[in-house]
Nanobody, 124 residues
């Protein structure tokens, strides 16, 4: 069992930056693919970014590519999402997800564990 706790959300002006963190419980964090997803009001949860267990491979949605960076520190059981050039369309609850796997997945149904989410609001 893995428990995930996100932090770092908040209110930011358009063009600003935020860094989200997700801390995982347990001693096998380095065996998990980690992902970030987001869900805006009235919309389905959508893929944002994912990172392989060793950090060597990352995937991004087209909407955030070039603005967001996913990274991880296996020694700290933490995955990060650096978000730059934020715009109001990035407003959503952001969720961290984990799957014990060798590959990298972009679909919500592929992940087994989820955090409770952190709100990101970007004002225009």
């Amino acid at each position: 069992q893995v428990q995930l706790v996100e932090s770092g959300g908040g209110l930011v002006q358009s063009g600003g930056s935020l860094r989200l963190s997700c801390v995982a419980s347990g001693r096998t964090f380095s065996s998990y693919t980690m992902g970030w997803f987001r869900q805006a009001p009235g919309q389905e949860r959508k893929f944002v970014a994912a990172i392989r267990r060793d950090g060597a491979i990352t995937y991004y949605s087209d909407s955030v590519k070039g603005r967001f960076t996913i990274s991880r520190d296996n020694a700290k059981n933490t995955v990060y999402l650096q978000m730059n050039s934020l715009n109001p369309e990035d407003t959503a609850v952001y969720y961290c997800a984990a799957k014990q796997a060798a590959g990298v997945m972009t679909q919500t149904q592929s992940y087994d564990y989820w955090g409770q989410g952190t709100q990101v609001t970007v004002s225009s």
